[in-house]
């Protein structure tokens, strides 16, 4: 199986770990994060969501695919509530970068003998 969405996400964090969060910065006029940027907000999902693409990997079940597809869509939903804690000028790449991923997940068969 190809790991599109993987990569993708990994390509935004990558992008996006600079973004810096909070009241006073002027790139970013929408709002603060409790941790300072959005890839702290989104740890947790991340850990799990590679976690899951391992646990796959190692073992394509039809289980671990929607364990997966599960991991992937949690990690979709805290990048989500992270978006405020994106600054105002990768805000459009980052929208792309969510909406490709999300596009990836949906196209993920875990049916047996899908792919």
Sequence with gaps: MEKKYFKCMVLASSMLCISACSDDNPLNPLGSC???SWATEVTNESAALSAAQQAYDNDPTVANCNAYKA???????ALEDAQGCVVALTRVAFDEAVDEAQAEIDAIDCTEGGS
């Design 34 to 36: 409790g941790s300072g």
């Design 71 to 77: 991991a992937g869509v949690s990690y979709l939903d």
